[in-house]
T-cell receptor, first 112, second 113 residues
Framework: DGGITQSPKYLFRKEGQNVTLSCEQN?????MYWYRQDPGQGLRLIYY???????QKGDIAEGYSVSREKKESFPLTVTSAQKNPTAFYLC???????????FGDGTRLSIL | GQNIDQPTEMTATEGAIVQINCTYQ??????LFWYQQHAGEAPTFLSY????GLEEKGRFSSFLSRSKGYSYLLLKELQMKDSASYLC??????????????FGTGTRLQVTL
């Protein structure tokens, strides 16, 4: 069954801790994206990647890091430098430049 | 950059028609998307416009005027399950295999009996 899998669904972070959100896809899509959504807000782009071993900063990259070692995987690390990490994080993929982006089910991150 | 405006909230009655507007000011434009997002869930794709005019998909239609920087999403025969947020997103000028979307803050639609 093709799709985008994000895990975990819920994640809690302690002060000073780095946490990594997983995004895996079996759609064979080249482009992958990470967005952050705060309550009552739209989606803001954190990082995106066009191909393996390449990624670009989005609008709010500070305090986050990513890697793209495999086409199927685009993990996002929320570092301790991100002072306000509580949000809903969404991973998306796109198969070609004129196709819509499709989203995973999201990870909700909270601070303990 | 991109600036996208949508109304924050709208209310409509079951069975009625509702129009959700989106205006944008962009440095580059290569298409406009509408997504539906139910509370606590991921957005799902509804429609895409790149040329002026109306695109119809069942109960949902979307309109674009590039010269006016304006789009609307039209929902007919409203159902309770249409209660959700509707996100307008503009794609920038494609510069590679990945293109970026800029999202509006979304319009929360409440359908009442």
């Amino acid at each position: 069954d093709g799709g985008i899998t994000q895990s975990p669904k819920y994640l809690f972070r302690k002060e000073g801790q780095n946490v990594t959100l997983s995004c895996e896809q079996n759609l064979n899509h080249d482009a992958m994206y990470w967005y952050r959504q705060d309550p009552g807000q739209g989606l803001r782009l954190i990082y995106y990647s066009q191909i393996v071993n390449d990624f670009q900063k989005g609008d709010i990259a500070e305090g986050y890091s990513v890697s793209r070692e495999k086409k199927e995987s685009f993990p996002l690390t929320v570092t301790s430098a991100q002072k306000n990490p509580t949000a809903f994080y969404l991973c998306a993929t796109m198969g070609s430049p004129y196709q819509p982006q499709h989203f995973g089910d999201g990870t909700r991150l909270s601070i303990l | 950059g991109q600036n996208i405006d949508q109304p924050t909230e709208m209310t409509a009655t079951e069975g009625a028609i509702v129009q959700i507007n989106c205006t944008y000011q962009t440095s580059g434009f290569n298409g406009l998307f509408w997504y539906q997002q139910h509370a606590g869930e991921a957005p799902t794709f509804l429609s895409y416009n790149v040329l002026d005019g109306l695109e119809e998909k069942g109960r949902f239609s979307s309109f674009l005027s590039r010269s006016k920087g304006y789009s609307y999403l039209l929902l007919k025969e409203l159902q309770m399950k249409d209660s959700a947020s509707y996100l307008c997103a503009v794609r920038d000028t494609n510069t590679g295999t990945a293109s970026k979307l800029t999202f509006g803050t979304g319009t929360r639609l409440q359908v009442t009996l």
